[in-house]
Structures are given as C-alpha cells and as structure tokens.
C-alpha cells in the first residue's frame, strides 16, 4: 500500500515563500512519475508541477517561474520550492505517484494521494 505524506504548509504573506515535501513508503521515486496538486474550496483539484523518473519537469501556468519542483531518489522525498506566493495559490496541496513513469500533469492519471497539507496566503 503507497502512502505518501506532505508536510511543510502553513501561512505566509504575499511574496513569501515556503517549502513543501512528500514522504512515501511502499514507493520507488525514482521509478515514477510524482506530481504535485491543489485544491481551493468551490474549486476542482489542480496541476502545479510534476516530475518524471528521470527528471524531466512540467509545470502548470500558475506555477512557472515561482514554483520549482524536485525529487531525491535517495531519500524518497519530492518537494515542492514555492516562491513570490499570492493569495490565489491558497490551497489544500497534494502530493500524488503514477503508476508509470510518464509525465503527466493530469489528475486522473494518479493513482496515489497524500492527505494534503493547507497553504495560506495572505494579502
């Protein structure tokens, strides 16, 4: 059973930054590919950024140039940098794994979900 768990949200300003990550069990990173996504209330879950099994990147408009995704393959961990952050990006982020090793920015295309951890931004 995949588990993956985010850790890292919390509150910022408006230009602030924070630094997201996802630990996973019964999963090999480095054969995957692994994405990050969010949801704002009244709003459908969302691409930002993922990352294929090896290092090939792709980012939602919304996420390029602020957002640099990453993974170690040592440690099992994806994260996700989050810079010049704006109320607009306040949501509950997900870390999710295919099953394959393509890119994919597409949420159907993930089987495996963390629990989510919320971002704020303020204004």
């Known amino acids: 059973q995949v588990q993956l768990v985010e850790s890292g949200g919390g509150s910022v300003q408006a230009g602030g930054s924070l630094r997201l990550s996802c630990a996973a069990s019964?999963?090999?990173?480095?054969?995957?590919?692994m994405g990050w996504f969010r949801q704002a209330p009244g709003k459908e879950r969302e691409a930002v950024a993922a990352?294929?099994?090896?290092?090939?990147?792709a980012y939602a408009a919304s996420a390029k140039g602020r957002f640099t995704i990453s993974k170690d393959n040592a440690k099992n961990t994806l994260d996700l940098q989050m810079t010049s952050l704006k109320p607009v990006d306040t949501a509950m982020y997900y870390c999710?794994?295919?099953?394959?090793?393509?890119?994919?920015?597409?949420?159907?295309?993930?089987?495996?979900w963390g629990q989510g951890t919320q971002v704020t931004v303020s204004s």
């Open positions: 999710a794994a295919r099953d394959s090793p393509d890119l994919s920015l597409t949420v159907d295309a993930f089987p495996y």
């Open positions: 019964e999963y090999t990173f480095s054969r995957y590919c």
């Open positions: 990352i294929d099994d090896i290092g090939n990147k």
